[in-house]
């Protein structure tokens, strides 16, 4: 009766995990899927295929509901079943003995889940590897020889060239290593705290550390993502690139621009035939054609950068604020009373939906009015003023340093958040900082690399979920916590 009590636990509980997974993968593609179900020129049956498409592409073996349940499944599964190996087969002097050391017990489960769960998760082909099946025969050299090989001989040659890539699970590994990296960060920010205490040399100044270390990791990670999207966006997930473009609501004839000045096509007091780039902007504005020629206008005045506003760089950045704040109001607030009018206490929970997504729009839009006021004050307002125009030329300012100047001061808006969001939106953007310094694909044979590296990661942020669940900072760490709960 035990075994069977035992089994079924484990049985709800691994369904329960999978249900979870499922409906993580599955609800951006009902988003996108609710866009294309709202169009009138698709016929129904269309609609039906992409809807059953979207609730079904993630039931696949290797899809990632069966990826979350190998994991934490095998992660809670294994110890137990070891424990009780041990208690039937070892003597009891031993058997205790091994089961005093059920962390490295867990550590390694988590780690083998880990593991092999990757490899199910890497079971697709890189969808970047698509062959030519056309039926015909093509001509290939075998020594002094020409032959002819059908579609699927000439196939299996292309397959045995071509290398074979990685890095479709990247974002996920990345997610790992950084949530594990800030685990070991707060086990030794705990341990160096209990020292201190303990020889009453612990000051009001050390309390303020672990506050201002989320808001330091929120800063930079900030600025070298603004600082990708700007100048190599390819390095970005799309979907995150594409998301960043809609917030920052800027003519991509001006973005080209900037990035033309960092490669040394758009140089100031040159004719390098830029001139056409900004002066269609010039004419879409009502703007003098000058404006937009590096060789007349040196440099491309501020009202351009404003987009209309004005030439007032201030009432620029006051515009860009309200703008946004509408924007992400108009997203925040419904997101914000979904999740929390579920509850015995409809008005407060309203009351509260309220307040955390206005505050939630007040960062958003501070964040992009300081970015473009900051751009503003570096390469027209206070840098001329601070550095010599023959040492720090207009041309420097616009190929990098006013972006620059951007990038710094944006992060530092995360201070209009609560504590609790300032860590999760740090943990967020951290990986996604972190891939910008890496290939998106990379050879095959270097895979072992990143499965090693996502396998120690979970079973770190596993096994201290199990041991200290407090560790394991925001509302991920409550999830894993309560899916790994008896």
């Not at 020292?195 to 672990?210: A, M």
């Not at 603004?226 to 995150?240: A, G, H, V």
Request: charged share 20%.
């Amino acid at each position: 009766m035990c075994k069977f009590t035992l089994f079924f636990t484990l049985e709800k509980f691994i369904l329960r995990v999978y249900v979870l997974g499922h409906i993580t993968s599955t609800a951006p593609r009902l988003f996108s899927c609710l866009r294309l179900l709202a169009k009138k020129d698709i016929s129904y049956r269309d609609k039906a295929i992409a809807l059953i498409r979207a609730l079904g592409a993630a039931l696949a073996v290797d899809g990632f509901p069966t990826f979350c349940a190998a994991v934490i499944g095998g992660s809670t599964v294994l110890p137990m079943l070891f424990s009780r190996v041990c208690t039937s087969t070892c003597t009891r002097a031993r058997s205790g003995y091994i089961l005093n050391r059920v962390r490295l017990v867990r550590f390694f489960s988590a780690f083998l889940s880990a593991w092999l769960s990757f490899l199910l998760l890497n079971r697709k082909r890189d969808s970047s590897r698509n062959f030519n099946r056309t039926p015909n025969s093509h001509p290939v050299r075998q020594g002094q020889q020409i032959v002819l090989l059908d579609t699927e001989d000439k196939h299996k040659l292309d397959e045995r060239r071509t290398p074979q890539l990685a890095g479709r699970t990247l974002d996920l590994t990345l997610f790992a290593v950084t949530r594990a990296a800030d685990v070991i960060a707060c086990i030794a920010w705990s341990c160096w705290r209990h020292r201190r205490q303990g020889r009453s040399r612990w000051t009001s100044v050390e309390t303020l550390v672990p506050w201002l270390a989320d808001v330091g990791v929120f800063a930079g990670s900030a600025a070298v993502v603004m600082w990708t999207w700007f100048y190599i966006p390819d390095r970005l997930p799309r979907s995150y690139e594409k998301w960043i473009k809609e917030v920052a609501k800027v003519d991509t004839r001006l973005i080209e621009a900037l990035r033309r000045a960092r490669r040394g096509d758009f140089v100031y007091g040159k004719d390098t035939g830029q001139a056409e780039l900004l002066g269609s902007m010039c004419e879409d504005y009502n703007w003098p054609i000058e404006w937009g020629n590096p060789l007349k206008t040196i440099p491309i005045p501020c009202e351009m950068v404003h987009m209309g506003t004005g030439p007032s760089c201030e009432w620029h950045a006051v515009s860009r604020f309200l703008q946004t704040f509408k924007c992400a109001c108009a997203t925040y607030l419904p997101l914000q009373l979904l999740l929390r009018t579920w509850t015995k206490h409809p008005r407060a929970a309203l009351v509260r939906a309220t307040k955390d997504a206005t505050r939630s729009s007040f960062f958003l839009a501070l964040f992009v009015s300081t970015f473009y006021y900051s751009v503003c004050l570096a390469r027209t307002r206070l840098g001329p003023k601070l550095f010599n125009m023959k040492t720090v030329t207009p041309m420097m300012w616009d190929s990098g340093l006013c972006i620059t100047a951007g990038c710094l001061a944006c992060g530092w808006s995360i201070f209009a958040e609560s504590a609790h969001r300032r860590q999760e939106i740090a943990l967020f953007v951290a990986p996604r900082a972190v891939a910008t310094t890496l290939p998106r694909r990379y050879a095959k044979q270097y895979q072992y690399r990143e499965q090693t590296a996502f396998a120690l990661s979970t079973a770190i942020i596993l096994t201290t979920i199990q041991e200290k669940p407090e560790i394991v900072r925001g509302f991920f760490g409550k999830i894993i916590h309560r899916l790994l709960a008896p």
